[in-house]
């Protein structure tokens, strides 16, 4: 039985009676496009907005971010305060809407701390950060992309290169049954795999 962040974020919402992710987001401030990703399982760890989105549905915050127990439990001893977002500093490649990649030092989030991320080797890891919307992200949407590429399904990251000009870009691939399907196009290089994607600040000044 499927026991994603979207499903438990859709369990929640039917017992509070909030019927759209347009709602939630007016209930509780987080901007919509967001809040879409959100319900459609494109963003699996919204470890910002954990807290505020189980106060809006009523439920437990602990059985929201984990999964571990029911809606309704008590919180844990250990979850009755705030938690704290532990960071990691590392490189990370700015794509800006016009001129050139670059990279900079940033505090992103440790996803290596978090219990809901299995991470295999920090290695395989790079973080590309859009300060501005371009054609496929919005604004401050950070993504952490798995460079090893695995059989299975999910959203990738890709660049594609028009007249000299590196693009950034994503596709997705799902199965039903054993058929394959894919949006990615003859003129995408695959990055990796998009493992996290989240709306994250960062200073990208050089």
């Known amino acids: 039985m499927s026991n994603t962040f979207a499903d438990r974020l859709t369990t929640a ?22 809040m879409y990703r959100l319900a459609s399982g494109k963003i699996d760890n919204p470890h910002k907005y954990v807290e505020r989105l189980a106060v809006a549905t009523g439920v437990s915050s602990h059985w929201l971010g984990t999964g571990i127990g029911d809606p309704y439990d008590p919180e844990p001893e250990t979850t009755k305060e705030p938690l704290a977002h532990p960071t990691m500093l590392t490189h990370v490649t700015v794509v800006p809407p016009e001129g050139d990649w670059y990279e900079v030092p940033a505090r992103v989030p440790d996803v290596f701390a978090s219990q809901q991320h299995k991470p ?25 992309v798995e460079r090893e590429l695995r059989p299975g399904p999910g959203m990738f990251l890709a660049l594609r290169e028009e007249k000299g000009k590196k693009q950034l870009c994503s596709f997705l691939i799902s199965y039903k049954g054993l058929d394959q399907t894919s949006t990615r196009t003859l003129d995408m290089q695959t990055i990796g795999r998009v493992r996290i994607m989240d709306y994250w600040e960062l200073d990208v000044r050089r």
């Open 13 to 34: 919402m039917k017992l509070k009676g909030i019927k759209t992710a347009s709602a939630l987001s007016r209930e509780t401030g987080i901007e919509r496009g967001y």
């Open 120 to 144: 295999r080797d920090k290695k395989l890891y790079e973080y590309y950060y859009v300060p501005e919307t371009i054609e496929c992200f919005t604004g401050f949407t950070l993504l952490v």
